[in-house]
């Protein structure tokens, strides 16, 4: 079985909230990643040994409360489980940022995977799935995975990303649906940058993905304007980890397709 496992880092503050990490090899060297299809590049803070590589280029990357600059390397190989990627172009960013390391869809993009979060397993390419419920699966301009959401009479986009540690709901979409969303709290969220600010809770109605019925959700309310205006398609949603751990769930982005397998 090609597969590797999930360290579940549960969050001290909201309960059934948590990052997704992996530990991947750079050229031998093991790092903690976080595991995030809701980035399109792959990046690792600066070390000693990370320092080495020559830089070709700088980019901006985003979270939903911030950017932060990266610089372009190629690393000889970057491993994670059966996964290997050779001169893989990467970015590094500085060491003393409070950002995650991250695994994104320009390492995952070329596979399928199955997400058995009931287990903190997923395996690579995996056979068998075929009787499942497939959806076509659309990634957009920077390959980030994409489902559909109900919502009563709403029918609206999502992007399924396990480097978010909760749900996120547009704050206009809130304003759009009052009726689906019960006032809680305040809490600190950051992103994956490490920029933290407060923001409001709810508790979301249940919303039907894959023909199947989600129970409710806690969510924190985000204004996703900024990020919506650089996606080929703006989203309302971003599925994070209190919602992908209700199901397991089969991705297949070589193939363009996704299932969920069974409810957990």
Same mark, same amino acid.
């Given at each position: 079985?090609?597969?590797?496992?999930?360290?579940?880092?549960q969050d001290k503050?909201?309960?059934?909230?948590?990052?997704?990490? $992996? !530990?991947?090899?750079?050229?031998?060297r093991?790092?903690?990643?976080?595991?995030? =299809? #809701? %980035?399109?590049? *792959?990046? &690792?803070?600066?070390?000693?040994?990370?320092?080495?590589?020559?830089?070709?280029?700088?980019?901006?990357?985003?979270?939903v409360?911030s950017?932060?600059?990266?610089?372009?390397?190629?690393?000889?190989?970057?491993?994670?489980?059966?996964?290997?990627?050779?001169d893989?172009?990467?970015?590094?960013?500085d060491?003393?940022?409070p950002a995650?390391?991250?695994?994104?869809?320009d390492?995952?993009q070329?596979?399928?995977?199955?997400?058995?979060?009931?287990?903190?397993?997923?395996?690579?390419?995996?056979?068998?799935?075929?009787?499942s419920?497939?959806?076509?699966?659309?990634v957009?301009?920077?390959?980030?995975?994409? $489902? !559909?959401?109900?919502?009563?009479?709403?029918?609206v986009?999502?992007i399924?990303d =396990? #480097? %978010?540690?909760? *749900?996120? &709901?547009?704050?206009?979409?809130?304003?759009?649906?009052?009726?689906?969303?019960?006032?809680?709290?305040i809490?600190?969220?950051?992103d994956?940058?490490?920029?933290?600010?407060?923001?409001?809770?709810y508790?979301?109605?249940s919303?039907?993905?894959?023909n199947?019925?989600?129970?409710k959700?806690?969510?924190?309310?985000?204004?996703?304007?900024?990020?919506?205006s650089k996606l080929?398609?703006?989203m309302?949603?971003?599925?994070?980890?209190?919602?992908l751990?209700?199901?397991?769930?089969?991705?297949?982005?070589?193939?363009?397709?996704?299932a969920?397998?069974?409810?957990n």
């Open positions: 079985m090609k597969s590797f496992d999930l360290v579940i880092k503050e909201v309960e059934d909230a948590a990052e997704i990490l $992996v !530990d991947g090899v750079i050229d031998g093991t790092y903690r990643f976080l595991f995030d =299809t #809701g %980035a399109n590049t *792959t990046r &690792v803070r600066n070390d000693d040994y990370i320092n080495h590589f020559e830089s070709y280029s700088s980019k901006d990357t985003y979270g409360f950017k932060m600059k990266n610089e372009q390397i190629i690393v000889p190989k970057l491993a994670l489980g059966p996964i290997e990627k050779v893989f172009q990467m970015y590094r960013y060491k003393d940022s995650h390391n991250i695994i994104g869809m390492f995952l070329d596979h399928s995977y199955y997400f058995n979060f009931a287990e903190n397993n997923v395996e690579v390419d995996k056979q068998g799935l075929e009787e419920e497939f959806f076509d699966l659309h957009g301009n920077k390959e980030i995975p994409n $489902v !559909d959401v109900y919502m009563e009479d709403a029918k986009n999502a399924w =396990t #480097g %978010a540690g909760i *749900t996120v &709901v547009d704050s206009r979409f809130v304003e759009r649906y009052p009726k689906l969303f019960e006032s809680l709290n809490v600190q969220g950051t994956s940058s490490g920029s933290s600010t407060e923001t409001p809770m508790m979301m109605q919303v039907v993905i894959g199947k019925l989600f129970p959700l806690k969510v924190i309310s985000i204004d996703l304007f900024s990020i919506n080929e398609k703006p309302d949603i971003i599925l994070g980890y209190n919602c751990n209700k199901a397991n769930w089969l991705f297949d982005f070589l193939n363009k397709k996704w969920i397998v069974k409810m």
